[in-house]
């Protein structure tokens, strides 16, 4: 089952956006659920994530402080809000699910654009 990531857009430097995942499953209370992005020219690379049970956040380096990853199991819905955003947080951002800590992250989709103009 894939991802749907939505909340993309254009912003300028200093601006938030905030970022929904959805799936057409009720994935979120049994997978660990992260955000990746992918800049033009560079490879994918971890922004955040949040476990499944204690809902423990991990941030990478470049946006700790900025992101917060959230859930709504409610919704079936994992957040990421994008505040102070810089030019170089331009990327297109996908989310990803794990069942348990070791396996691969899966069910990518196409992702959503994320501009930020300086």
């Known amino acids: 089952v894939q991802l749907q990531a939505s909340g993309g857009g254009l912003v300028q430097a200093g601006g938030s956006l905030r970022l929904s995942c959805t799936s057409s499953e009720r994935t979120l209370y049994t997978n660990h659920m992260a955000w990746f992005r992918q800049a033009p020219g560079k490879e994918r690379e971890f922004v955040a994530r949040?476990?499944?049970?204690?809902?423990?956040?991990l941030y990478a380096d470049s946006v700790k402080g900025r992101f917060t990853i959230s859930r709504d199991i409610a919704k079936n819905t994992v957040y990421l809000q994008m505040n102070s955003l810089q030019p170089e947080d331009t990327a297109v951002y996908f989310c990803a699910r794990r069942s348990i800590m070791t396996a691969p992250w899966d069910g990518w989709g196409q992702g959503t654009l994320v501009t930020v103009s300086s």
């Open positions: 949040i476990q499944k049970t204690s809902s423990t956040t």
